[in-house]
């Protein structure tokens, strides 16, 4: 064994000191070809000549790093673009911002922007806590600053340092460029770049400010791109032809400084085309000085199309945004006289046209068969581009370079069809038409539920007919076709918090509550909106058919409470059809999605938060509330169990009688305890039938519409719950379950702890978009979607190796199992399992997965406990992501193994590599005290072993050399032969660096020998 303890620099790849390489030396000389331009043709073919000097590897790696550069770029318009509105629109959506990918963030948060402008919405910006000593600061001027926030909150922009930071710098860099030089002008063509406030001032002050005639030979633009022959003198009189060509393509009038400019790349030796002409004239249009309102108008305008700061292009005098919306206005005021008198003027049908021949008189002239029939293709055509047109469509096409003032409606609708289908493939992760197709149809007819009349539940209480959302769609519009035909007012399949029913129903059901009376049933709203519905359908108003309204309008509810864009998509995106299935599976399938989403979880956290944050809200009503939201929670989870246990005692659904049944369950063969204090049940044991039987038994006495109904009432109050709800309300033991799902449809939030509650998300999600490239570049090595919450648990599972399982220990040693056994001794046993089972790749992954059970139902267990605040839970739920991504992670061959060293928790991180036509390899690392970071790389081939180590301190390496012979002769037990071991002390070890493994296709190397030497090399670092 050689033992070299050195430094080694941070940049040195250590690996390659021991590991020789197979690939051959690329000679460059001999890679490199030129090319010559020759001048009688002017518009050479620029990008066929480009030429790589890169080897397969190095280009695959540029893939990999442009991959990485595109999750960040998503990232940074995530952190200086979405604002609280923003915020709040997509989780009202079902896009819940932390766990789906950010690039469906950002495509949703494209349109939700651009709807809003559409809308003209004047909307309040999340702004930072800055005090005008920092904007000073970071601005130079107070007078600046207030400017920028002022732009930023015009334009529903988040004021935040960094924005505002980004905002003046790129407003310094613009300020120092002009007069833009004409060798900076040279640099941007050459290099084909945007000519953007960064690209300029690179080009300026990059040190390629020649902008001299080029000399006698051959032009190279420094990189190898191309090169140009130049001659000394040009035949201008030959080329003027072929240069007037080239302006026209370029949409540029041939005139005496089109013609100049031409000449200038020219003799610059820069190739003369469409594109480099383009670029030059908008050069040429920055003007000597700018102003800095001027500058910030184009930089906020910028930013409104999704470019960060220094991405402006300065020298483009135009809102895109305004541009969008004046055009949607004027399709929205375009008539068929507009239509007719086009035609009649001969013109092309375009928009432009369109709008010029409202001022066009033909009287007395009727249009011949003809004209009446491209009248009526404009007509169908324009109907069209209305139904698609958007502003972020609009945005889309005006970015794209496409006219739509000017091109035909025939190619204004193909355009906006591309974009449509562009925006939900994305969305759809796949280029599946039917599911594009499915998605849109079912987002439409969700949308068009809501303002149906609630009288065709009618149709559907006899259970002749099945709730589908197609069936209630389809006979939903003949019935509001009815009542419109007939001018009658109806009531909406939506309820709504203080809706006006109007004049006519409240006259025609005055006598709703003396019915109910009557019959002995409660005045609730829910009640009577079951009575006005059957009135509307003259059915007889029975008890029973009271209770199958109220069953049927409550799955409707819950209905269009989840089935938001989200969450169709998601179910879509599963290959199920939500359109014609029964609303009430179709309600159990949204919410599983929304589990998955952690919808739940994230209501409960905000729900804690501002139960904490309420002031005028007394600690006792504090634990009550708290109290409440658990034992409904409970509720929910019996399945109808406690719902039906109080039924059929015939008493009343209220938060006592509730509390009553969980707490006296003994009796009935379930032993659940609720403590005291109004808070957590746990299911200790169960003697007797099982649980199954039980609730089957319930439903079996109870009415099985009222449990239904009742489970679903529970399910929508905790989605609405609300502490200063509960407040205004007075909610007490006494209080229905129907009482409480009023008061959280009537009474409202408190707005500003609203704010201040999206205040702090979104500087949560800040702090995560600040993630290092190299942990997105890990997810993506493991074919792991780039989250936010995959990101927060990926940073923390890297960067605090060995946190997350000292926690689970931590919990396990305080928790009970439902049969009181230790959940210590679970955990224990699980940890145990998964380090013997470490031989064999089968038997790793079965015992990882049931480790993350274990720990998910440690995890679930703590989020029960009473006791727990805000940041407790939002601890959990950070601990859960962490699991979930290990568990995801192990499945790909990466595992993040607890320990056990000195007595101490940490994690060790296992990766298994073998791919076709290499050697097999395992990558560890961990990091501990006294020993610091250890990083470990063993190559396996049929007859040997070669192994590195590289440790931070003298301790580790001391430590590390008391193993390896113990770690020698297990190897060698296996039939393997150590040829090379080394063990380095580096205080610059990287992880990131050092485990360049990923996930790959197998190669026909045994994996068995590779998971045996992860094996041994755990037992003997743990001894």
């Known amino acids: 064994m050689k033992i070299d303890i050195h430094p080694l620099p941070k940049e040195q790849n250590i690996e390659k000191n021991f590991y020789s390489s197979n690939n051959k030396p690329v000679n460059k000389a001999e890679q490199s070809k030129s090319y010559m331009l020759d001048l009688g043709c002017i518009e050479p073919l620029n990008q066929a000549y480009r030429e790589t000097n890169s080897s397969v590897k190095e280009f ?49 948060l494209d349109r939700i922007k651009a709807s809003l402008a559409e809308a003209g919405i004047c909307i309040e910006g999340f702004t930072d806590e800055i005090s005008k000593e920092q904007l000073e600061k970071i601005t130079g001027s107070i007078s600046r600053a207030n400017k920028i926030v002022s732009k930023l909150q015009e334009n529903d922009f988040p004021v935040t340092e960094d924005n505002i930071r980004q905002i003046n710098k790129a407003m310094e860099m613009a300020e120092e460029l ?55 003198n040009f035949h201008w009189e030959q080329l003027e032809e072929q240069i007037k060509q080239t302006i026209e393509k370029a949409g540029l009038e041939v005139n005496h400084k089109s013609l100049e400019d031409a000449k200038w790349l020219i003799e610059k030796g820069i190739p003369l085309t469409k594109e480099s002409l383009q670029t030059l004239n908008e050069l040429e249009m920055l003007p000597e000085k700018i102003d800095s309102d001027h500058l910030l108008d184009k930089i906020i305008h910028g930013m409104k199309e999704g470019k960060l700061a220094e991405d402006t292009q300065i020298a483009k005098d135009e809102d895109i945004v305004r541009r969008a919306q004046e055009t949607l206005n004027k399709v929205r005021n375009i008539t068929n006289r507009n239509i007719e008198n086009t035609i009649k003027s001969e013109k092309e049908m375009t928009l432009n046209h369109l709008i010029e021949a409202e001022d066009l008189s033909y009287t007395g002239n009727q249009m011949d068969a003809d004209q009446a029939y491209r009248a009526a293709v404009a007509r169908r055509q324009l109907e069209e581009i209305r139904l698609k047109m958007t502003v972020d469509a609009n945005i889309k096409l005006l970015k794209s370079g496409f006219s739509i003032d000017t091109s035909s409606l025939e190619d204004v609708v193909s355009q906006l069809r591309k974009v449509e289908n ?51 769609w389809r006979d939903g519009n003949q019935l509001k076709d009815h009542f419109i035909k007939a001018g009658e007012t109806y009531e909406a399949l939506k309820t709504e918090p203080r809706k006006d029913l109007g004049d006519s129903i409240k006259k025609a059901f005055r006598n709703v509550d003396a019915i109910l009376k009557e019959m002995n049933l409660e005045v609730t709203e829910q009640n009577r909106r079951a009575v006005r519905i059957l009135g509307y359908n003259h059915m007889e108003v029975t008890e029973e058919n009271i209770s199958k309204m ?49 919808v739940p979880k994230e209501k409960y956290s905000e729900f804690l938060w501002k139960v904490e944050k309420s002031n005028e809200i007394t600690k006792e009503e504090k634990e009550a509330y708290i109290g409440v939201y658990r034992l409904l929670h409970r509720v929910e989870q019996s399945d109808g169990a406690v719902i039906g246990s109080v039924l059929n005692q015939n008493a009343q659904l209220n938060l006592r009688n509730l509390l009553s049944a969980v707490r006296n369950k003994k009796k009935e063969g379930m032993d659940i305890k609720i403590d005291d204090e109004f808070g957590g049940l746990d299911v200790l044991k169960t003697k007797g039938p099982s649980i199954s039987e039980q609730i089957e038994g319930y439903l079996k006495k109870s009415n099985t519409e009222d449990t239904s109904y009742l489970n679903r009432l529970v399910q929508n109050i905790l989605d609405k719950m609300d502490p200063t709800k509960l407040h205004q309300m007075e909610a007490n033991l006494d209080t229905t379950l129907e009482q409480l799902n009023e008061g959280m449809i009537r009474y409202e939030e408190n707005i500003q702890q609203k704010k201040e509650y999206v205040r702090e998300q979104l500087q949560d999600i800040r702090s995560g978009v600040a993630s290092e490239e190299d942990i997105i570049k890990s997810l993506l090595d493991f074919n792991q979607p780039i989250t936010l919450d995959s990101l927060f648990a990926a940073a923390h599972l890297m960067n605090e190796r060995g946190s997350a399982f000292r926690k689970l220990t931590e919990k396990a040693m305080m928790k009970k199992g439902p ?69 995801n992670l192990s499945r790909e061959e990466n595992y993040e193994v607890p320990i056990e060293i000195n007595g ?92 360049e493994t990923k996930a790959g296709e197998k190669s026909k190397q045994s994996t068995k020998t590779l998971y045996e030497v992860a094996k041994e090399f755990i037992r003997v670092i743990q001894k």
């Open 60 to 108: 695959l790696n540029d893939l990999e790093n442009q991959d990485v550069a595109v999750q960040s770029k998503y990232l940074a318009v995530m952190s200086n673009f979405m604002s609280a509105e923003d915020f709040e629109k997509l989780k009202e959506e079902g896009f819940p911002v932390r766990g789906i990918e950010v690039e469906e963030v950002v495509t949703v």
């Open 178 to 232: 002009f007069p833009l030089s004409e060798g900076a002008k040279k640099y941007v063509i050459e290099n084909e770049m945007d000519p953007s406030i960064k690209n300029l001032y690179k080009a300026e002050f990059s040190g390629a400010a020649d902008a001299g005639r080029q000399g006698k030979g051959y032009y190279v633009d420094g990189k190898g791109a191309y090169f140009a022959r130049k001659a000394d």
């Open 904 to 995: 101490k928790i940490t994690s060790i991180n296992l990766k298994i590599q073998h791919k076709e036509g290499q050697e097999g390899k395992v990558t560890a690392s961990m990091e501990v005290e006294p020993y610091g970071k250890i990083g470990a790389k063993f190559q396996v081939s049929d007859q040997y072993v070669k192994g590195l180590i590289v440790c931070t301190s003298e301790e580790g390496v001391k430590f590390l050399a008391g193993i390896e012979k113990d770690f020698q002769q297990s190897i060698g037990k296996k039939g393997k032969k150590i040829q090379e071991f080394h063990i380095i002390q580096s205080e610059n070890l990287d992880f990131h660096q050092f485990e």
């Open 550 to 598: 109220k069953t049927a309008d409550q799955e409707v509810q819950t209905l269009l409470e989840r089935m938001q864009p989200g969450v169709t998509l998601e179910i879509i995106r599963k290959g199920i059809n939500p359109l014609d299935m029964t609303i009430e599976k179709l309600n159990d399938i949204a919410a599983e999605v929304q589990d998955e989403l952690g």
């Open 422 to 472: 562009e925006y939900y493939k994305k969305l759809m992760k796949k280029d599946n038409p039917q599911y594009i197709e499915k998605y849109k149809e079912a987002v439409g007819k969700l949308h068009d539920l809501e303002r149906l009349p609630a009288a065709v539940l009618g149709k559907f209480v006899s259970g002749k007919k099945e709730l589908t959302v197609h069936n209630l």
């Open 819 to 887: 049969f009181e056994e230790s959940m210590e001794k679970e955990w224990g046993d699980a940890v145990k399992e998964l380090h013997e089972c470490l031989g064999e790749e089968k038997g790793a992954k079965e015992a990882y997965a049931n480790l993350t059970a274990v720990a998910e139902k440690i995890i679930e267990s703590s989020q029960e406990d009473p006791g727990n605040h805000y940041v407790d839970l939002r601890e959990l739920q950070l601990l859960h992501k962490e699991i979930s991504l290990a568990g």
